[in-house]
């Protein structure tokens, strides 16, 4: 009795690899699947949901920011370049998305737009463009400001051909700024000259 006992142990539980192969392969094929195929489908989707959800929120997100980001483009085109030609307003748009490239200024197109640096000169912070500490207010019915609103998606979505490409600063040409002398011009375009 010890002996079959002991046999049926080796068959239930073999010790080598091979038995335990043998037996896996034996339980598999002899156990109705239905159950365990169900509980990996919900074991998926409830593993999938997080991943999901969480890109949807990303997404949303991003798309909130580009609304956002294209509004002060919009704008900053819109007061800085509206009297320009098409390829002075692109040049405007070009130098706002390279600073938010260049590690020396903020990392979004609002934090460029809006940035304040100290001036020691006016002994005051100031706008690194003008027309933010005025408060202006761009009229969204303005031919001009759906005209800046167009150049603002091809620059953002990077459907132009790049104009000024590296500049970073740019001043009128009816004013000589002190900085200019420190930096290398890249372009006249219009009332602008750009530097990099």
């Not at 046999?7 to 037996?23: A, D, H, I, V």
């Not at 002075?88 to 609002?110: M, W």
């Not at 740019?170 to 930096?183: C, F, L, N």
């Amino acid at each position: 009795m010890y002996r079959v006992l002991e046999k049926m142990r080796e068959l239930t539980w073999p010790s080598t690899w091979y038995g335990w192969r043998l037996g896996l392969q034996s339980w598999w094929y002899t156990r109705d699947k239905s159950r365990l195929t169900l509980m990996s489908i919900v074991f998926a989707v409830l593993l999938a949901m997080p991943l999901g959800i969480h890109g949807l929120i990303s997404h949303a997100q991003d798309s909130k920011q580009a609304l956002y980001d294209l509004r002060c483009l919009t704008q900053n085109i819109y007061h800085e370049a509206r009297g320009e030609s098409a390829a002075g307003q692109y040049a405007v748009a070009e130098v706002t998305l390279n600073r938010v490239a260049s590690r020396h200024f903020p990392d979004t197109i609002c934090k460029v737009v809006h940035e304040q640096r100290w001036d020691s000169i006016r002994k005051r912070h100031v706008g690194a463009f003008s027309w933010t500490e005025l408060e202006l207010k761009a009229d969204a019915g303005d031919p001009a400001y759906k005209t800046a609103r167009k150049i603002a998606e091809d620059v953002y979505y990077q459907r132009n051909e790049p104009r000024v490409e590296d500049a970073l600063f740019y001043h009128a040409t009816y004013i000589r700024p002190s900085w200019a002398r420190t930096k290398t011009k890249v372009a006249s375009i219009g009332q602008h000259i750009f530097y990099k």
